[in-house]
């Protein structure tokens, strides 16, 4: 073989092993074959979104190192493009899309896959208002439901994000009872004579009565306090996670902190004789302190 003939190879070679794995002439064989079978599956849903975003999404997926390396048409062999569509039209906020996920992997798929992990009928409630969090939330890189690939079943995505949020919440729960005595403890080193008086003379009370109230809270209010208070969803956020506008997710979370008030109020009362007088002094003083209390019970 001849010299210029070796070159000639190695040329062609070179033109293939860019960007990676691949020339700009394959890459846009597969962003075409790529945007052909999103729309070929196009009949089975009605969601709307940006299909060349999609393609580009996947063909950036594909490419990323660490992937199987395949450059031609074999890269898009097994891609689950239904799925796919689905969750990219989740993640652009298709509501028809955002209504599917709903019924077929949060609602159906939490309440069949979680049985081995032992959780109350509302902690069921409270992971599948996680997942949709977690999943469906953006929170300034693209929701997480983005990293599904297509290259495996989108159930076993979701219930993997399902079963890790179940086991944290059984571990948060076997650890609650201390925290509240120790939040306790630290708010009342700011001297306030009110809040010392509730640590040295009611405090067991009060911290029974305390975590009783947030117990009975409607599953929704014990969530939106949570979504805000602990894992820092805005306003906004909430609205977008419920579907709902902004000011409606105001008032759930004031009726949300009337009702752990009222309820903290009456169990407190109910075990112990303290004048109601004193009683509204004293958590007239606690409702500024209301977030602090809460981040070590929710």
Same mark, same amino acid.
């Given at each position: 073989?001849?010299?210029?003939? +070796?070159?000639?190879?190695?040329?062609? %070679?070179?033109?293939?092993?860019?960007?990676?794995?691949?020339?700009?002439?394959?890459?846009?064989?597969?962003?075409?074959?790529?945007?052909?079978?999103? $729309?070929?599956?196009?009949?089975?849903?009605?969601?709307?979104?940006?299909?060349?975003?999609?393609?580009?999404?996947?063909?950036?997926?594909?490419?990323?190192?660490?992937?199987?390396?395949?450059?031609?048409?074999?890269?898009?062999?097994?891609?689950?493009?239904?799925?796919?569509?689905?969750?990219?039209?989740?993640?652009?906020?298709?509501?028809? $899309?955002? $209504?599917?996920?709903?019924? /077929?992997?949060?609602?159906?798929?939490?309440?069949? /896959?979680?049985?081995?992990?032992?959780?109350?009928?509302?902690?069921?409630?409270?992971?599948?208002?996680?997942?949709?969090?977690?999943?469906?939330? #953006?929170?300034?890189?693209?929701?997480? +439901?983005?990293?599904?690939?297509?290259?495996? #079943?989108?159930?076993?995505?979701?219930?993997?994000?399902?079963? /890790?949020?179940?086991?944290?919440?059984?571990?948060?729960?076997?650890?609650?009872?201390?925290?509240?005595?120790?939040?306790?403890?630290?708010?009342?080193?700011?001297?306030?004579?009110?809040?010392?008086?509730?640590? #040295?003379?009611?405090?067991?009370?009060?911290?029974?009565?305390?975590?009783?109230?947030?117990?009975?809270?409607?599953?929704?209010?014990?969530?939106?306090?949570?979504? %805000?208070?602990?894992?820092?969803?805005?306003?906004?956020?909430?609205?977008?996670?419920?579907?709902?506008?902004?000011?409606?997710?105001?008032?759930?979370?004031?009726?949300?902190?009337?009702?752990?008030?009222?309820?903290? /109020?009456?169990?407190? $009362?109910?075990?112990?004789?303290?004048?109601?007088?004193?009683?509204?002094?004293?958590?007239?003083?606690?409702?500024?302190?209301?977030?602090?209390?809460?981040?070590?019970?929710?």
């Amino acid at each position: 073989m001849g010299s210029s003939t +070796i070159r000639a190879q190695d040329a062609a %070679q070179g033109e293939e092993q860019v960007e990676g794995h691949t020339s700009p002439a394959v890459r846009e064989s597969l962003r075409q074959a790529l945007a052909r079978r999103i $729309a070929e599956s196009r009949q089975q849903d009605a969601f709307r979104f940006d299909e060349a975003a999609l393609a580009e999404h996947v063909l950036t997926q594909l490419m990323a190192p660490g992937e199987s390396g395949l450059t031609g048409p074999e890269a898009l062999e097994g891609l689950r493009v239904p799925e796919l569509r689905l969750t990219f039209a989740c993640a652009q906020g298709d509501a028809r $899309a955002v $209504a599917v996920f709903e019924q /077929r992997y949060v609602v159906a798929l939490v309440g069949e /896959r979680l049985g081995r992990v032992r959780l109350a009928a509302h902690e069921v409630e409270e992971v599948r208002q996680k997942l949709r969090e977690d999943l469906l939330v #953006d929170r300034g890189s693209g929701p997480r +439901i983005l990293q599904y690939t297509g290259r495996g #079943d989108l159930a076993g995505f979701v219930r993997v994000s399902a079963i /890790r949020i179940a086991l944290k919440l059984v571990q948060k729960r076997e650890r609650a009872g201390t925290h509240a005595d120790d939040e306790l403890d630290r708010i009342t080193t700011e001297r306030d004579p009110e809040l010392a008086f509730v640590k #040295d003379a009611y405090r067991p009370a009060f911290s029974a009565a305390f975590r009783e109230a947030v117990e009975h809270l409607e599953g929704r209010e014990r969530l939106l306090l949570r979504q %805000q208070l602990v894992d820092g969803l805005s306003i906004d956020a909430l609205g977008t996670l419920y579907g709902v506008h902004r000011s409606t997710v105001a008032r759930w979370l004031v009726t949300a902190r009337e009702h752990l008030l009222q309820g903290t /109020r009456e169990a407190f $009362a109910a075990k112990l004789a303290v004048p109601a007088q004193e009683l509204e002094s004293l958590f007239g003083v606690l409702h500024s302190r209301l977030d602090l209390s809460l981040r070590s019970v929710l």
